[in-house]
């Protein structure tokens, strides 16, 4: 876990320049840390963008404690992580124990927080691993709906990123086919505001 070292110190550093106390954190990979109007898009949530570069659902449980040390009042996490898992060859079942774990985690530090998982999405670059995505957004998706937990939430975006062809729609994305462009955030970010704004959580 070392190579993210200096992302999760630069949240860290970060931590110290928030100005209010943040109520929603945004945590996991890229498609969090390049989205430049997160905060824009989310101040009403008052957000903190916890994303690091390139982090799997398992580096989100391992620097867990660190990342989240300085914030000692959450009412809601979002997450979006695991297509980087399966891009280093793990499994589906590893990466749904990293998401409860983390669920877990979040809820003896918080207490009753409202835990979002974001599912993976499609993308150009990774269409290999199609069948590996669904699979693993298809167990989170179950093993949430069957805990019921009144905290616990999976939040579907996959199809949103799909053309007429049912492949990704590359107007979404980067020239990478990996990472979203400005059109991909704006889908994604009208999904969350109806999200977080069904939550009623007090402002």
Known sequence: MFWYEEEVKRLERESTQITYQPQTAFYGSSTFTLWNSLYEHFQA????????GGST??????????????????????????????SNHRHPE?????????FQRLQERYGDIHCTYVSIKPSPQRWH????????????????Q???????H?????????????RPNS????????HFNTA??????DILIQHLESLNIPK
């Open 45 to 52: 949530f008052k957000p903190v963008n916890l994303g690091f």
């Open 57 to 86: 659902l398992a580096a989100c449980a391992w620097y867990f404690d660190r990342v989240f040390a300085q914030y000692h009042h959450l009412d809601s996490v979002v997450i979006y992580a695991g297509d980087n898992d399966l």
């Open 94 to 102: 590893e990466i749904y124990l990293f998401l409860f774990q983390l």
């Open 129 to 144: 691993l199609n069948d590996q995505v669904k699979y693993t957004n298809m167990i989170i998706e179950k093993e949430i």
């Open 146 to 152: 069957k805990r019921q937990h009144p905290y616990w």
């Open 154 to 166: 999976y939040v579907d975006i996959y199809d949103h990123y799909l053309g007429k062809n049912h």
């Open 171 to 178: 107007q979404f994305y980067e020239a990478d086919g990996l």
């Open 184 to 189: 991909g955030h704006q889908i994604l970010k």
